[in-house]
């Protein structure tokens, strides 16, 4: 189907539409993993209460820290993406 036209999945412009859709919602999580492990919710949740040992590692700086890291870099990656103008995967014919 995609094959006759040489476009691809992404190559049209329901494809860009697509694209940008993709990045908009990894950055949305990008942003939700840079400010969840630092708001109130993180320290008082449902899985506190029933396991109080959890409690010991959520409050971790460290994993605070590399989970924000991580929504860091998942908002690096949706800029990259958006940047280029190439398909993020690619096409094999």
Do not use: C, H
């Amino acid at each position: 189907m995609f094959a006759q036209t040489g476009k691809g999945f992404w190559g049209g412009p329901l494809g860009r539409v697509l694209q940008i859709l993709v990045v908009l919602v990894w950055i949305e999580l990008g942003v939700a993993l840079i400010l969840a492990p630092w708001s109130d919710y993180w320290e008082m949740n449902y899985f506190l209460y029933q396991y109080p040992g959890l409690g010991l590692i959520a409050s971790n700086s460290f994993l605070r820290g590399a989970i924000s890291g991580l929504g860091v870099l998942n908002i690096l990656f949706a800029l990259e993406t958006l940047r280029r103008r190439n398909p993020p995967v690619a096409n094999r014919t």
